[in-house]
C-alpha cells in the first residue's frame, strides 16, 4: 500500500507530494465514527518513534496504545515532515486492532504549501478520513477567534480557505485545524470539539504526545546505562 510512496531524495519527495495532492477529496464527513486514533511522534539519534493510540468514538475511552520505532531516512526540511515520520507512523496503525474511523494528526492536513501535509497525505495512502489538529500555523493568514471556547476563524492560503483557526479552551491558544483527507473544515471542527476535555489538545493527540516521549525518555536511559 505504501511501496514507492518514500524516499531520501527532496526532488522525488515533492513530485510525491504533488501527485498525492490530486488525489486528496476535502468532503462532508460521509461515515459514522466509531473508533478514532490520534498519532504522534518523537526522535533520538537516529531512530523516530511513532504512537498511535485508538479511542471509542464520542466516549473518549482509549482501548489500545501502539509504539512502532524506525529508523529516520529523510532528513528534517520544513513541509517535509511525512517523509520523516510518516513510515513510522504507518507502521503503528497498521498494528491497531481495529482499524479507525479517522485519524487525528498532531500537524497539518491541506493548510501547506502544496496542500498536502502529513493528514493529507496519510489519509490518501491509508484511505481514511484525516484532521490535522497542530499547535501553531505553517501556512496562512487569519483573524484572531474571540476569546470563548468554540470562537473560530477561517484560514487562508492564496485566496483559498484551508482551515481554521479554533478556540478550544477560553482563553487559551487557539489550535490549528485543516481537513485531511475525506472531511471538510465543518465536520473537522466539529470532531476537534468533541475531543476536547479540560485541556486545549484533543484528548486522543494529548495521549500520543505524552507516550511518544515517555518512550524516548525510556530509550535514552537504556542508552545511557550502555554507555
Not at 18 to 26: A, M, T
Not at 107 to 115: E, K, L, S, V, Y
Not at 172 to 180: A, E, M, T
Request: hydrophobic share 40%; proline share 6%.
Amino acid at each position: 500500500m505504501t511501496k514507492g510512496l518514500w524516499t531520501k531524495d527532496i526532488q522525488k519527495a515533492r513530485a510525491i507530494q504533488n501527485s498525492l495532492s490530486k488525489k486528496v477529496r476535502i468532503v462532508p464527513l460521509k461515515k459514522k465514527i466509531r473508533f478514532i486514533a490520534a498519532v504522534d511522534a518523537s526522535f533520538i539519534d537516529d531512530k523516530v518513534i511513532a504512537v498511535a493510540t485508538l479511542f471509542r468514538y464520542p466516549e473518549l475511552e482509549n482501548i489500545q496504545d501502539i509504539i512502532a520505532v524506525e529508523k529516520v531516512l529523510f532528513p528534517y526540511i520544513p513541509g517535509f515532515l511525512t517523509f520523516r515520520e510518516g513510515p513510522a507512523i504507518v507502521a503503528a496503525i497498521k498494528k491497531l486492532r481495529i482499524q479507525p474511523d479517522l485519524i487525528l494528526f498532531d500537524g497539518q492536513g491541506i493548510a501547506h504549501p502544496r496542500g498536502i501535509g502529513i493528514a493529507s497525505h496519510l489519509g490518501v495512502i491509508l484511505n481514511i478520513p484525516t484532521i490535522g489538529c497542530a499547535k501553531s500555523r505553517l501556512v496562512g493568514e487569519f483573524k484572531e477567534p474571540g476569546i470563548e471556547c468554540g470562537s473560530r476563524k477561517g484560514l487562508f492560503y492564496n485566496g483559498k480557505k484551508v482551515g481554521a483557526v479554533l478556540r478550544t479552551r477560553t482563553n487559551v491558544k487557539p489550535v490549528f485545524v485543516s481537513p485531511g483527507h475525506m472531511i471538510d473544515i465543518k465536520s473537522s471542527i466539529e470532531i476537534v470539539m468533541k475531543c476536547i476535555s479540560q485541556y486545549r489538545i484533543p484528548e486522543p493527540l494529548r495521549r500520543a504526545d505524552r507516550l511518544s516521549k515517555r518512550h524516548k525518555k525510556a530509550l535514552m536511559r537504556r542508552v545511557i546505562k550502555k554507555d
